[in-house]
């Protein structure tokens, strides 16, 4: 039985749960009463107000409305499948396993991550100031984020992350007080509510100093408690040299023996590019841990596609040929994004063929589907023949030069 039949079943079951013998097609008469009442509705058949007369509906043949309800039921069908049933379902999966988003639950740690992490909970523990994680679009920065407020959390640590640093220094300081929660109490006792606790009405009016104070008396509340504060700024790169200025500052809210604060910088390449400009030398002195995202090398890219499976609890007959390894490895170059979005297309062509088995061929066609357009027969045709015309001409180029040399040589 396919998909398509099971779904229609389920549709068309008995509508009495305790007349089990119902079937769909003992609700047929009601399928063209129905069916009448919605034609005639649809013609604009609208009864003029006050008129007592009744409609007069045009009851189509037997047949043809059996024809109507068997498509309708079929329509119903197919749109309940495409609508409700996708490859997680067939798959017995509980969540998309390669979403784009910055899961947590699914990060990957190779163990050149790992040492990172360790290098940059290090870093945190001493209190150090300032960290940086760089790396190139689509090596997962932002799922390393997720995953480190997660890690964060088990620890005596308060967080705030910064999402869209493509604003002014100022707004960047609320941003940091908006997260951390940093609302202050209007009465000494008074009891904050969730409701109130990310209300950002208070900041209005406060200029940079009054914001920076109330920062430092957080701050100075959480260390007592002995709670360290750590903001994460992604996508770090757009920020302005002014705002990168003003956060070095913000480091030097500290204690007589402790620092109060550490931020840590995720963002492009061009992050370390602009940490090099003279006007930023004193913060760039001040960053201790330094880490690079990078695509995975072959082996970890396919103990990745494999732990992503995993949290998602595929079935274990789900599996992905060696050579399907092979070729996404060789189309994404071992970048978790590409990776995530070839996966993606590749089990939705498994799933539309109702295969347990991922194969190369079908890795090949879902990453047709992630381009723009597929290539026409045409120009695959004309990309083949090009370079062998190419090459013809540049043989019978050789071979008239020495010929040409043997004629001079011949004559002399």
Sequence with gaps: MSRRDATYLRLSGPSHPGDPSESAASQTPKAIESGANEGSQSQGAVQPAGSQAALLLEIPATSAALRSADNAEDGRAVAAETEFETYEAFYGMREPPFALTPNPAFFFVNERGREGLKQIEYGIRRREGFAVICGDVGTGKTTLCWALLERLEKMNVRTALVQNPMVSAMDVLKLILHDLGARPKAVEGERVDAAHLFDTSWMAGMGQMELIERLNTFLIEMARKDLFTVVIIDEAQRLSIETLEQLRLLSNLEMAKQKLLQIIFVGQMELEQMLEKPELRQLNQRISVRFETKPFPKKDAEDYIRHRLRIAWAIPRLQFKKRAFNTIYRLSRGYPRLINMICDRALSCAYQEESYDVTAKMVRRGFRAIKERSPSR???????????????????????????????????
């Design 378 to 412: 045409t120009s695959i045709w004309i990309r083949r023949v090009i370079p062998l015309t190419g090459a013809l001409v540049l043989a019978l180029l050789i071979i008239l030069l020495l010929l040409r040399r043997s004629v001079t040589l011949g004559t002399g």
